[in-house]
Nanobody, 126 residues
Framework: QLQFVESGGGLVQPGGSLRLSCAASGFSFDDYAIGWFRQVPGKEREGVSCISSRGFHTYYEDSVKGRFTVSRDNAKNTVYLQTNSLKPEDTAVYYC???????????????????WGQGTQVTVSS
């Protein structure tokens, strides 16, 4: 049974940090690129950061470059998103997703996603 378990979301003040985790099971995790996406009500889901199957390649959306870092531990079937210097506009539901494609294709084209997680809320507010 395929499963993503996301954790680490919550309420944080502007300038703060959160570490999101996504633990996967039920598929060949290290064959897939993994991405973090986010969505706010009324807007399309957007790719934030993606990492290749072995972790050699990463992609970041322009607004998070220098603030967010994606990593993965294939031994634990887990992907992480370290988010620093958070801004109110980072508030969204964050989803992890898997796709057997390149990191850029995964992040730029959500239709390439094969599996989605259930999401975790991140709220940046004072």
């Amino acid at each position: 049974q395929l499963q993503f378990v996301e954790s680490g979301g919550g309420l944080v003040q502007p300038g703060g940090s959160l570490r999101l985790s996504c633990a996967a099971s039920g598929f060949s995790f290290d064959d897939y690129a993994i991405g973090w996406f986010r969505q706010v009500p009324g807007k399309e889901r957007e790719g934030v950061s993606c990492i290749s199957s072995r972790g050699f390649h990463t992609y970041y959306e322009d607004s998070v470059k220098g603030r967010f870092t994606v990593s993965r531990d294939n031994a634990k079937n887990t992907v992480y998103l370290q988010t620093n210097s958070l801004k109110p506009e980072d508030t969204a539901v964050y989803y992890c997703a898997a796709g057997m494609t390149t990191v850029q294709a995964l992040c730029v084209s959500p239709h390439t996603v094969d599996y989605w997680g259930q999401g975790t809320q991140v709220t940046v507010s004072s």
